[in-house]
């Protein structure tokens, strides 16, 4: 009712609901298909970089101080940078064709929510254990083997869930400023073209890709956390 009313208000800036889906039967569905797939595999292989650089990053920690000190200050500085600069500059360095600026651009976006979280996963389970570890006579690479990777799986599974939700918003934005295809190729197109009904048929698909994923993906793996968590305890 509000999208047809500003759409009446607003005629040469909103198109109706009428117009948006005639918008969806021209773009057809074998482009809004092709959109979709580049956009969630853009999505999953950044938050897949990003998932084993943040597990290769507090195994490096847990094991050296001074990689602990690095680590945090390479979070630091990961965190202060924009998510433009980054897509700008990756853009730049590989091209407007290329797939790689968004994935990169979701790695460092999803790298620091993982990390800081599996950072305090380490050190609530190190304080917890190391008593126990040390009346076991264990070793630092067995207590890490043996205690803290196999405890932060919930704080994984519940930082995975931020970050894969982060990850489809950051790729839509790498993607705009390329031509790789992906949601957030098609949309910036519609826009350079003047096509507002397209801009809104490609925001409604994101938006809808966005709830589809969080329902059949993110609430799952945060409904397993909570059973994991159940039973550690």
């Known amino acids: 009712m509000v999208w047809w009313l500003l759409s009446q208000t607003y005629r040469e800036a909103v198109p109706g609901p009428g117009d948006t889906l005639a918008a969806l039967r021209e773009i057809g569905f074998p482009r809004i298909l092709h959109g979709i797939r580049v956009t969630l595999v853009n999505s999953l292989l950044g938050y ?3 998932l084993l650089f943040s597990l290769a990053s507090i195994t490096l920690a847990y094991l050296n101080k ?9 979070n630091t500085f990961i965190q202060s940078v924009s998510v433009l600069v980054w897509a700008i ?3 730049m360095i590989y091209g407007v064709t290329s797939r790689k600026p968004p994935i990169l651009v979701v790695a460092a976006a999803t790298y620091p929510i993982l990390l800081s979280t599996l950072y305090s ?4 389970l190190d304080d ?3 008593l126990l570890a040390k009346i076991l006579g264990a070793t630092r690479i067995q207590e890490l083997v043996y205690f803290i990777l196999p405890g932060i799986v919930p704080y994984l599974a519940g930082a995975s869930r931020a ?6 918003r950051i790729s839509v934005v790498a993607e705009a400023f390329g031509a790789s295809g992906g949601v957030g190729y098609w949309l910036v197109y519609s826009y350079d073209y003047g096509y507002k009904e397209g801009v809104f048929a490609w925001a409604w698909i994101l938006i809808l890709l966005m709830i589809a994923v969080d329902m059949l993906v993110l609430r799952p793996i945060e409904r397993w956390t909570l059973r994991w968590k159940q039973v550690s305890q």
């Open 163 to 168: 970050a894969i939700g982060i990850a489809l």
């Open 89 to 91: 500059v990756l853009v």
């Open 66 to 74: 001074h990689l602990d000190a690095f680590f945090n200050a390479l």
């Open 121 to 124: 996963g380490v050190r609530a």
């Open 128 to 130: 917890q254990y190391k």
């Open 48 to 50: 897949a970089v990003a």
